[in-house]
């Protein structure tokens, strides 16, 4: 037996595209092939998504530009004489460190800008980033199996806020080092621990000539290599869990819908890019932030008149001011400074606790072990949404509270009225912002539930045979529909037992306590529309319409019976025809 092999002759034989020729060569060493899965990845969309994709963009420019600095800033804690171009200075005694920095701005071409760039793409970064986690907050993406990327991304929180308080420092004028001052005194207040950390951070007493080489090493190495490593891991973890979305037709536990990574996303990416980069670089032409040269050298015994942080340490500022100059002498005579203890670590600490084991804290509450992929719509968990946006209301207070001498100044105020003002306002803001958001949510809720049973507003006047005048409702959509009807309603833990059969209950503590943070969490809540109200609503709204209800007594905004049905026929109520997408629930969808 005998096997030939049939080739087409040379001439007939077509060469591969140079394209696909440089595909194939970089697949034989690189293997490119094999991460086909990644370009088709499914991303949704929505405008809150943008936040994440802000700091983003801000971090890279972030590190372009601070390589291009690196290139021409000397951190040197050496005394010289500046004689550069920026006259008002010439002849003052300063570090290598701000004359650097006065170097860059005045006789560097594009130097001004390109600080100013990287300060304010900090800024935004910053900014972006709480918002950004303020957004998984409410919605609820941080439930399993997102646990670990919550805590990632309030590291990088953390990590970055610090990296901006470091290069903050770095150009040595009178303003970064009246803060470095203050991070002095707060490294000093730690009990047992704090004088051993100020010695090993500033290299000796303050001032000393090793804080700012120190924190330029922590600035353009340390943090910048932890922060990017975890982004890094970060974006790993969203392609690995797949992208959180906001409930709707065609959308489960199970799927995506959206558009894939190549080509739409990338193309949306990389043109978002580019806006924000441009918005960032026409904010660093035309904003003026940071002048250092008003400021002038640090020197131990000034101070500038209305000295401010930056926005993002503003509320450790404000809360340092408010706090009264509490202290006593332990035995043995160590002194426990309480006005710089409880508002610059104790409060500081406690709020980032919060964040970031609120994830574990409501797990454990519910006791709830499912993987959740479809995000919470604020209004649907008003004790959430409103302890956040308290939370938010007492960063505020002691924002504000950092700038209590500006205030005064700008709005002629006295001064101690504005500090008692902020006193007052740490406990009593925070209270008032939750009663109100929590109602706002509830009265959310309730307009849904109108909604549903009695339709939307057309604008349109009836007159009724007697004579009164009615506005005609009609039916929500379909979409809207489904998404109000889909909101998952949250169960109370039942209240434990406190024995069985004469045994005491050994866990009734516990037990207990998970029912009051469980009722405290979802009590309370405005219940969704049962089957038999849907059906009776339908109804009402068919023959309000001018319809005619159909044969099984169901009837739609037209008059008819939709094909939904969301009342069936054997009084169940139904959340919608299933598409066809989502009777094979893949993992992603387009669309």
């Not at 130097?111 to 760039?117: A, K, M, N």
């Not at 470095?180 to 047992?192: K, N």
């Amino acid at each position: 037996m005998s096997t030939t092999e049939e080739r087409a002759p040379h001439s007939a034989r077509t060469t591969a595209p140079k394209g696909e020729r440089v595909a194939d060569w970089a697949d034989e060493r690189l293997g490119i092939y094999n991460f086909r899965f990644l370009i088709r990845k499914v991303f949704p969309d929505h405008w809150t998504f943008m936040f994440g994709e802000i700091a983003l963009y801000s971090f890279i420019v972030l590190l372009l530009t601070g390589v291009w600095l690196t290139m021409f800033f000397d951190p040197g804690m050496t005394e010289t004489v500046y004689q550069g171009s920026h006259v008002p200075l010439q002849g003052i005694p300063m570090s290598q460190a701000y004359a650097s920095t006065l170097d860059i701005t005045f006789d560097v071409r594009g130097g001004l800008l390109i600080r100013q760039l990287h300060h304010w793409s900090a800024l935004v970064m910053i900014a972006a980033l709480c918002v950004h986690t303020l957004r998984h907050f409410l919605t609820g993406s941080f439930r399993r199996p997102r646990e670990v990327n919550w805590l990632i991304g309030f590291t990088l929180l953390v990590l970055v806020t610090l990296e901006g308080f470091v290069g903050y420092s770095l150009p040595d004028d009178l303003l970064s080092g009246t803060g470095l001052r203050i991070a002095e005194g707060v490294t000093l207040a730690i009990p047992v621990v704090g004088t051993y950390l100020t010695m090993f951070l500033f290299g000796g007493e303050y001032p000393s000539h090793e804080i700012i080489p120190r924190f330029y090493s922590i600035h353009i190495l340390l943090l910048p290599g932890i922060i990017l490593a975890l982004v890094t891991v970060h974006l790993i973890y969203v392609f690995y869990h797949k992208h959180t979305q906001f409930p709707g037709p065609g959308r489960t536990e199970n799927n995506v819908v959206g558009q894939p990574l190549m080509p739409v996303y990338t193309a949306k990416a990389g043109g978002f890019f580019f806006l924000v980069s441009g918005l960032l670089t026409l904010l660093a032409g035309t904003a003026q932030i940071n002048p250092v040269w008003t400021y002038g050298p640090y020197r131990a015994d000034q101070i500038s008149q209305g000295s401010q942080p930056d926005w993002y340490m503003g509320f450790l500022e404000g809360a340092l001011r408010a706090m009264p100059a509490w202290e006593f002498v332990l035995p043995g005579g160590y002194t426990v400074n309480m006005g710089v203890l409880i508002p610059a670590v104790i409060l500081p600490t406690v709020m980032m606790a919060v964040i970031a084991l609120w994830p574990f804290l409501e797990a454990w509450v519910t006791g709830d072990k499912r993987e959740h992929h479809l995000l919470d719509r604020p209004r649907d968990h008003p004790t959430r949404t409103s302890f956040g946006i308290a939370f938010v209301s007492l960063y505020l207070v002691l924002f504000f509270g950092g700038a209590n001498d500006v205030l005064a100044e700008r709005f002629h105020l006295s001064l101690n009225q504005i500090t008692w003002a902020v006193r007052i306002g740490i406990f009593l803001v925070p209270a008032l912002t939750y009663i109100v958001t929590r109602r706002i949510c509830l009265g959310l809720q309730l307009r849904d539930r109108d909604k549903l049973l009695h339709g939307r507003e057309t604008g349109k006047i009836k007159r009724l045979p007697h004579g009164e005048f009615v506005e005609v409702h009609a039916r929500l959509d379909r979409d809207q529909e489904y998404t109000l009807l889909s909101r998952k309603m949250p169960e109370v833990l039942p209240a434990p037992a406190a024995g069985q059969d004469g045994v005491p209950n050994p866990r009734i503590r516990k037990e207990v306590l998970r029912h009051r943070l469980s009722r405290w969490l979802y009590g309370g809540q405005i219940a969704k529309p049962t089957p038999q109200e849907m059906q009776q609503a339908l109804e009402h709204l068919g023959h309000s319409s001018g319809g005619h209800a159909s044969p099984d007594g169901h009837a739609s905004s037209n008059g008819h019976a939709s094909s939904n049905g969301h009342a069936s026929s054997n009084g169940h109520l139904e959340t919608g025809r299933r598409p066809a997408a989502e009777e094979r629930e893949p993992d992603q969808e387009l669309h």
